[in-house]
């Protein structure tokens, strides 16, 4: 763990993909979590509209406003200001057309101080990647598991499971790197479908759940901490129980309270010496 002393960026990433080394992806939605992932030499932070569910407690990612991504965004850019920050462009900030995708993509830039944007889509997104590039920023693709279409595939369910559907995969990747696309986020994909993307394109290919043959890792911070209960992907590592500790520690608090134990003597402040006596002299004088 340490402090990194220079920012990442994508030539450092593609670097990183042509030497085989691992890049090391996390969410992140506040200051302090935030601060700690850059104290643990992370590379990268996403500003994930998950945010929706780990911290706004809605069901999907629908929901999510680009206020609220802005927002978070700004939070993590002041806390890691070494980390390579992307923020995720939440459902229907690009889907209407170009000119609404370059817009959102600039707040993002211009309000939040972010690195790049991610959205989601293969192929049908092509104009918009493209026009975002077009504008000077850095792009992040998603395909496979895309949370913002989970209507469309039936709930959220892996994909690449057939011959088919990691064909049309390998299409959509292709289409994004054509486009410009400087990284590309595989969701819940199989491990073979992922692998054989990763090694076709040059660019940097991250894996949420698509096996170990990618060239990076990104795990949602509230799934590797134990905090968000309502459910876990297969694909998580839990590397903390952080909704236990939480919880037994604001029960342990409850109960002392309760029993009079806290606070003690310890926990408050004392008067200065003789102060008491002129205190009671003062109030008496008062009434």
Request: proline letters at 5%; one cysteine or more.
């Amino acid at each position: 763990m340490g402090l990194k002393s220079k920012k990442p960026t994508i030539v450092s990433f593609q670097k990183m993909k042509q030497q085989g080394e691992k890049i090391v992806w996390i969410t992140s939605y506040d200051y302090p979590t935030a601060s700690f992932a850059e104290q643990a030499g992370v590379d990268m932070i996403l500003v994930g509209d998950s945010l929706g569910m780990c911290i706004y407690g809605y069901d999907s990612t629908v929901p999510v406003t680009m206020e609220q991504c802005i927002w978070h965004s700004e939070c993590v850019r002041r806390a890691a200001p070494n980390t390579f920050v992307v923020g995720d462009m939440p459902f229907m900030s690009y889907q209407r057309s170009v000119e609404d995708a370059v817009e959102n993509a600039g707040r993002f830039h211009k309000e939040a101080g972010v690195d790049a944007i991610k959205l989601e889509g293969g192929e049908r997104v092509v104009p918009q990647v493209r026009a975002i590039l077009d504008a000077g920023m850095v792009v992040c693709g998603h395909i496979g598991l895309t949370p913002q279409s989970t209507g469309q595939f039936g709930g959220y369910k892996a994909q690449g499971r057939t011959a088919e559907s990691g064909a049309d995969m390998v299409r959509d990747a292709l289409a994004l790197a054509e486009a410009g696309c400087q990284l590309l986020l595989l969701e819940a994909v199989t491990p073979p479908v992922a692998g054989y993307i990763t090694e076709r394109l040059d660019i940097p290919v991250l894996s949420i759940g698509a096996g170990a043959d990618c060239d990076g890792q990104l795990l949602i911070v509230s799934d590797l901490i134990g905090e968000f209960q309502a459910f876990t992907p297969k694909f998580v590592k839990k590397y903390a129980n952080v909704a236990e500790v939480m919880t037994n520690a604001m029960a342990e608090y409850a109960a002392e309270v309760r029993s009079g134990a806290f606070p003690a003597p310890e926990h408050t402040y004392k008067m200065k010496d003789g102060e008491y006596e002129r205190f009671l002299k003062l109030v008496e004088e008062d009434r």
